[in-house]
């Protein structure tokens, strides 16, 4: 992908905890426009500094999307959190909107098969990936020999 092509990419992110803020913030850092939507106007006002867009909407309203026009955005990230029936109704609304790509945050494996079947591109558990991914690092000896390069040993007094 050219450098001009990734300032063009738009991302809606539905949900500002610290999922989507981390994510919401790690894809300025690539010059991506970005809509930003979450309920809470501190959480909106923290993000002001890194999307081209915030937008106040309380996502378990039905309707509450539907002025967005995902269909526009190359990439809706659904971070909604513990609200299932918002998850649902975001990835539902962005799926009937058109839009290209749609990741979304579950909170289990249940969870994940239900927004595999209402249309969600890909389904993220990223505590359960993230806990996978330090626990084969641990086990392999990748994580422990790293930090032994990185941190100079100790002496216990004595």
Not at 7 to 25: C, D, H, N, P
Not at 80 to 108: C, D, I, P, R
Not at 141 to 153: I, K, S, Y
């Amino acid at each position: 992908m050219s450098e001009q092509s990734k300032k063009e990419m738009q991302y809606a992110v539905i949900g500002l905890g610290r999922f989507g803020f981390s994510l919401m913030k790690t894809l300025a850092e690539y010059d991506a426009n970005i809509l930003a939507v979450d309920a809470d106007v501190a959480h909106l006002h923290e993000a002001e500094e890194f999307a081209t867009h915030v937008v106040q909407a309380t996502v378990s309203e039905e309707g509450a999307l539907e002025h967005l026009n995902l269909g526009e955005y190359d990439a809706v990230v659904v971070a909604t959190g513990e609200n299932f029936e918002a998850t649902v109704l975001a990835t539902m609304t962005a799926k009937e909107q058109g839009a290209k790509y749609v990741l979304v945050k579950a909170q289990s494996m249940f969870q994940k098969r239900i927004l595999e079947k209402i249309g969600a591109d890909t389904v993220v558990l990223p505590e359960v990936e993230m806990g996978a991914s330090i626990a084969r690092k641990l086990a392999t000896g990748e994580d422990v020999a790293a930090q032994q390069q990185e941190t100079p040993t100790k002496k216990l007094p004595g």
